[in-house]
């Protein structure tokens, strides 16, 4: 067989055309601020739902609307749930990157102000996650970006750097228009253990940090129905597996918790035990937040 009929022979899959493929193998070598080789940061999402419509998180099978026992347990997370994973950071001098429905400014303001004062990073979540952004037309998403870009703006005198949406959801545009509203990073991919830059139109630049869906407690807890010491063990193997293969290649792990659902006090306890077990290792790693990864990232980083 010719070339030219072995090329014709070939499947050609539809692609994403976000990126090349690049085994973990062949990468550009460089080490975080330190000389250290494994980033670690805490992406925790606040987050507010629409009481009788919309989508959330289900604690149970929901029943007709309004559906007052997911909604409430989702609403535990802003009324106790974050403050207890507030104190807790506090104790390990651990930093976060939040991630905030702009509904939250409107619903409990009170819950963004101690991490403001923190230092932490405020990145945006769109503007609820009783929606998706997905399923939106092109003129409407950019809308819903707009308007939650806007309103962190407005609150933390600053636009956010990074983008996560709400259950992750994109549309086929969703990276192009990031990176023409200024976003610097997104959280959506993950694909892979170390950032990357994704191909926009226009040439806008838009790297990729990884953003978990192991270690997410959504997808451990509610959907797989992990107990909650084994999704602390699983954070700590993550963690010891991960400082090892650091050595042949600079790694960023990410864990992705939710108040609602870690903030729950037998939850909170394993939790602890998760990130005592990491805040130990400070000296040895770069423990930050997900737009310290992106700008030091994105300087070592040449961009295709």
Same mark, same amino acid.
């Given at each position: 067989?010719? %070339?030219?009929?072995? !090329?014709?022979?070939?499947?050609?899959?539809?692609?994403?055309?976000?990126?090349?493929?690049?085994?973990?193998?062949? %990468?550009?070598?460089?080490?975080?601020?330190?000389?250290?080789?494994? !980033?670690?940061?805490?992406?925790l999402n606040l987050e507010h739902f629409a009481f009788g419509e919309g989508l959330g998180a289900e604690l149970a099978p929901g029943g007709p609307q309004p559906d007052v026992l997911n909604y409430a347990w989702r609403d535990y997370g802003n009324r106790?749930?974050?403050?207890?994973?507030?104190?807790?950071?506090?104790?390990?001098?651990?930093?976060?990157?939040?991630?905030?429905?702009?509904?939250?400014?409107?619903?409990?303001?009170?819950?963004?102000?101690?991490?403001?004062?923190?230092?932490d990073e405020i990145a945006g979540h769109g503007r609820s996650n009783a929606e998706r952004q997905s399923v939106l037309g092109e003129a409407e998403e950019k809308r819903l970006i707009a308007e939650t870009t806007v309103a962190i703006r407005h609150h933390?005198?600053?636009?956010?750097?990074?983008? *996560?949406?709400?259950?992750?959801?994109?549309?086929?545009?969703?990276?192009?228009?990031? !990176?023409?509203?200024?976003?610097?990073?997104?959280?959506?991919?993950?694909?892979?253990?170390?950032?990357?830059?994704?191909?926009?139109?226009?040439?806008?630049?838009?790297?990729?940090?990884?953003?978990?869906?192991?270690?997410?407690?959504?997808?451990?807890?509610?959907?797989?129905?992990?107990?909650?010491?084994?999704?602390?063990?699983?954070?700590?193997?993550?963690?010891?597996?991960?400082?090892?293969?650091?050595?042949?290649?600079?790694?960023?792990?990410?864990?992705?918790?939710?108040?609602?659902?870690?903030?729950?006090?037998?939850? *909170?306890?394993?939790?602890?035990? !998760?990130?005592?077990?990491?805040?130990?290792? %400070?000296?040895?790693?770069?423990?930050? %937040?997900?737009?310290?990864?992106?700008?030091?990232?994105?300087?070592?980083?040449?961009?295709?």
């Amino acid at each position: 067989m010719d %070339r030219a009929a072995v !090329a014709q022979a070939l499947m050609r899959l539809p692609s994403h055309n976000r990126y090349d493929y690049a085994p973990i193998t062949r %990468r550009p070598d460089y080490d975080w601020p330190n000389g250290t080789r494994l !980033a670690v940061y805490i992406g925790l999402n606040l987050e507010h739902f629409a009481f009788g419509e919309g989508l959330g998180a289900e604690l149970a099978p929901g029943g007709p609307q309004p559906d007052v026992l997911n909604y409430a347990w989702r609403d535990y997370g802003n009324r106790v749930g974050v403050w207890r994973l507030l104190d807790l950071f506090d104790a390990l001098s651990l930093p976060s990157t939040v991630l905030l429905n702009s509904s939250i400014y409107d619903y409990c303001p009170e819950i963004v102000a101690p991490f403001r004062a923190r230092g932490d990073e405020i990145a945006g979540h769109g503007r609820s996650n009783a929606e998706r952004q997905s399923v939106l037309g092109e003129a409407e998403e950019k809308r819903l970006i707009a308007e939650t870009t806007v309103a962190i703006r407005h609150h933390e005198g600053k636009p956010p750097a990074g983008w *996560l949406s709400p259950w992750i959801a994109e549309s086929t545009v969703t990276p192009d228009l990031l !990176a023409e509203a200024g976003y610097g990073y997104t959280l959506n991919w993950c694909h892979d253990d170390q950032p990357g830059w994704m191909q926009t139109r226009g040439g806008g630049k838009l790297l990729s940090v990884p953003y978990p869906q192991e270690l997410n407690d959504i997808p451990a807890i509610v959907a797989r129905k992990i107990e909650a010491a084994t999704f602390a063990d699983m954070i700590i193997d993550q963690f010891d597996e991960m400082r090892d293969q650091a050595v042949a290649q600079p790694l960023v792990m990410g864990i992705a918790l939710h108040p609602y659902i870690v903030g729950q006090p037998f939850r *909170l306890r394993q939790l602890r035990r !998760a990130l005592a077990h990491i805040t130990a290792a %400070r000296d040895d790693i770069y423990l930050c %937040r997900a737009g310290d990864i992106a700008a030091h990232a994105g300087a070592c980083l040449p961009a295709d």
